[in-house]
T-cell receptor, first 114, second 110 residues
Framework: DAGVIQSPRHEVTEMGQEVTLRCKPI?????LFWYRQTMMRGLELLIY????????DSGMPEDRFSAKMPNASFSTLKIQPSEPRDSAVYFC????????????FGEGSRLTVL | GQQLNQSPQSMFIQEGEDVSMNCTSS?????WLWYKQDPGEGPVLLIA?????ELTSNGRLTAQFGITRKDSFLNISASIPSDVGIYFC??????????FGTGTRLQVFP
């Protein structure tokens, strides 16, 4: 069975550019999570969706970040405009049982903003 | 906000040694989870604990849910090179989101 699929795996961009990260959750999972991982702050939850509806976006750093889930099999995390401090690994995870269930993580998207 | 402190931050051990790490919180949780992250990969669930005092094993891994509900421990026996990675604890009070710990980086030398 396919796990959580993220793209791109690596992205290098210049400050000010728009970045779009993509995620396909595990089929049948009803919750999707976006995390950011940095050395300084560890794993931070940015936003999570339940049945395609955003439930908690309190972790989204600022207005430059936005996330959508147009259907049960696809989500995007967009950063516009990007800044060097956005450099991190962004993980998407899905679960069958909401925030309390086992999270299945993708392999991550490593973003470098120059 | 809530924070989970993991210790030690990093460990450098010889293959065959046992490993112990722990996670503490200022708040109580009703679920504790332990994840492992291999280099270049996403975290993978190792063990889930749902009851205070619970002791659960998964192969060479053993984890315990502290009686106070504010801490958890993970032990790895007879470490092997593939145990290398970052180990994260995570706590939750359902239905709230998981809070992840700061991670323990494990290096195993042959």
């Amino acid at each position: 069975d396919a796990g959580v699929i993220q793209s791109p795996r690596h992205e290098v961009t210049e400050m000010g550019q728009e970045v779009t990260l993509r995620c396909k959750p595990i089929s049948g999972h009803n919750s999707l999570f976006w995390y950011r991982q940095t050395m300084m702050r560890g794993l931070e939850l940015l936003i999570y969706f339940n049945n395609n509806v955003p439930i908690d976006d309190s972790g989204m750093p600022e207005d430059r970040f936005s996330a959508k889930m147009p259907n049960a099999s696809f989500s995007t995390l967009k950063i516009q405009p990007s800044e060097p401090r956005d450099s991190a690994v962004y993980f998407c995870a899905s679960s069958l049982e909401g925030p309390g269930g086992e999270l299945f993580f993708g392999e991550g998207s490593r973003l470098t903003v120059l | 906000g809530q924070q989970l402190n993991q210790s030690p931050q990093s460990m450098f051990i010889q293959e065959g040694e046992d490993v112990s790490m722990n996670c503490t919180s200022s708040s109580i949780f009703n679920t504790w989870l332990w994840y492992k992250q291999d280099p270049g990969e996403g975290p993978v669930l190792l063990i889930a604990l749902y009851k205070a005092g619970e002791l659960t094993s998964n192969g060479r891994l053993t984890a315990q849910f502290g009686i106070t509900r504010k801490d958890s421990f993970l032990n790895i026996s007879a470490s092997i090179p593939s145990d290398v990675g970052i180990y994260f604890c995570a706590g939750q009070i359902f239905p709230d989101k998981l809070i992840f710990g700061t991670g323990t980086r494990l290096q195993v030398f042959p």
